[in-house]
């Protein structure tokens, strides 16, 4: 099974949780930029609110799509410490990434939101969503920052992830539903026809077209 593209992905996972529909306690967070698409869909089916959650993966010096750990707002940090030590990554080379990530971070924030803030998560059930995952190093940013606003419950929703990451996500979140995992991920494209990279107007778009349905963000 193959997704035809983010929207298509969105859909599906929207069917899956459809016991969390119209949910007055219930909102739904999206990774990013590829996450807001299928974000997006969920909440418009699901009549929730929609907001972003805000973090930036730390690539690896000179192989920035791998992972050795990612950023939120409030200074939460995670770091794969086994990762920079087999790769002898030094404390100084992971400053500069962290600092050129936290300026994107912040850039970001002013574009998506300007001065709107986040929705308040405490005591509420948030429904986090990417497009994939493959380490969960940007995920786990995310569920430590959404964890500093004290939810309900934290709900997990992808449509292609490793089974590991999956199994290990668990110990971290509520639940987690994933629609495709493959023991061999490679890449979290090779799961769509199309994974085109999702630009910084679509997420505003999209952004703009939950708040014409009504759909709070």
Not at 44 to 63: F, I, T
Not at 86 to 115: C, F, K, M, P, T
Not at 150 to 175: K, S
Not at 182 to 210: G, M, N, R
Request: aromatic content about 4%; overall charge neutral.
């Amino acid at each position: 099974m193959h997704f035809k593209d983010r929207t298509q992905a969105g859909q599906l996972l929207a069917q899956r949780l459809r016991p969390y529909a119209r949910r007055p306690d219930a909102v739904v967070l999206a990774l990013p930029r590829g996450g807001v698409p299928v974000a997006y869909e969920v909440a418009r089916a699901l009549e929730l609110p929609l907001d972003l959650c805000l973090v930036r993966k730390l690539g690896v010096p000179g192989h920035c799509e791998l992972a050795m750990g990612a950023i939120a707002p409030g200074g939460v940090k995670t770091v794969d410490w086994d990762l920079v030590r087999s790769l002898n990554i030094s404390d100084e080379a992971i400053a500069r990434v962290e600092a050129r990530e936290q300026r994107e971070l912040q850039r970001r924030e002013r574009l998506y939101r300007g001065d709107r803030p986040g929705l308040n998560l405490g005591d509420r059930t948030v429904i986090l969503i990417d497009d994939g995952i493959a380490t969960g190093s940007t995920l786990r940013a995310a569920i430590g920052a959404i964890r500093e606003q004290q939810p309900r419950a934290i709900v997990v929703a992808v449509p292609v992830a490793p089974p590991q990451t999956c199994t290990d996500l668990q110990q971290d979140v509520d639940r987690v539903l994933c629609l495709l995992c493959p023991q061999h991920l490679y890449s979290i494209s090779a799961w769509y026809e199309d994974f085109s990279q999702t630009s910084d107007e679509e997420v505003c778009q999209l952004l703009a077209k939950a708040n014409k349905l009504g759909i709070k963000t």
